[in-house]
T-cell receptor, first 114, second 114 residues
Framework: ETGVTQTPRHLVMGMTNKKSLKCEQHLGHNAMYWYKQSAKKPLELMFVYSLEERVENNSVPSRFSPECPNSSHLFLHLHTLQPEDSALYLC?????????????FGPGTRLTVL | GENVEQHPSTLSVQEGDSAVIKCTYSDSASNYFPWYKQELGKRPQLIIDIRSNVGEKKDQRIAVTLNKTAKHFSLHITETQPEDSAVYFCAASSGLNYGQNFVFGPGTRLSVLP
């Protein structure tokens, strides 16, 4: 599958580490998203970017810092995380940010914070 | 803001039987309702969606019905097969404020027993 890719697929980090998650989409889309998926909880939208500009930030703690250098790449920079931040982080993209635009998800990064 | 509930949280059916998953939403402005399927260890994928100007939509063995008055919509899977086993997420969106109102339900784990 090459539509939306994410690296790394698994990440273990200590609370004092700094790491970054990477997402890349090869679909020619203009919007990209970060979601957090925790066990037995709904998918939580974290950030939305449209044409490299952040359009939504759902009150996410500052220890998560997104970066969108171009419409094909999205990063999530992590620092000073807490154990409760352990989750599956999913990236998605869509053609636009119209609310009926289908979102295509990446495989996710399984993050464990020790 | 929007709140989406989903029932049941787990569902087991015999192969060949039908499965029904129901979601309720709170925001009467919501007008787009997608359903995503997430197989174990894989990414969520859109399987069907419905807009508020339509009461029912069908795609082969999958159908979605919408009752705007009661603010609920349901996913129906007929002639279930083992490959239908997955977690199914519903979502609701109004488009008035993209990020805030695109809300997912907590998911239903469907197991199709051979």
């Amino acid at each position: 599958e090459t539509g939306v890719t994410q690296t790394p697929r698994h990440l273990v980090m200590g609370m004092t580490n700094k790491k970054s998650l990477k997402c890349e989409q090869h679909l020619g889309h203009n919007a990209m998203y970060w979601y957090k998926q925790s066990a037995k909880k709904p998918l939580e939208l974290m950030f939305v970017y449209s044409l490299e500009e952040r359009v939504e930030n759902n009150s996410v703690p500052s220890r998560f810092s997104p970066e969108c250098p171009n419409s094909s790449h999205l990063f999530l920079h992590l620092h000073t995380l807490q154990p409760e931040d352990s989750a599956l982080y999913l990236c998605a993209s869509s053609l636009g940010t119209g609310h009926t635009d289908t979102q295509y998800f990446g495989p996710g990064t399984r993050l464990t914070v020790l | 803001g929007e709140n989406v509930e989903q029932h049941p949280s787990t569902l087991s059916v015999q192969e060949g039987d039908s499965a029904v998953i129901k979601c309720t939403y709170s925001d009467s402005a919501s007008n787009y309702f997608p359903w995503y399927k997430q197989e174990l260890g894989k990414r969520p994928q859109l399987i069907i969606d419905i807009r508020s100007n339509v009461g029912e939509k069908k795609d082969q063995r999958i159908a979605v019905t919408l009752n705007k008055t009661a603010k609920h919509f349901s996913l129906h899977i007929t002639e279930t097969q083992p490959e239908d086993s997955a977690v199914y997420f519903c979502a609701a969106s109004s488009g008035l404020n993209y990020g805030q109102n695109f809300v997912f339900g907590p998911g239903t784990r469907l197991s199709v027993l051979p």
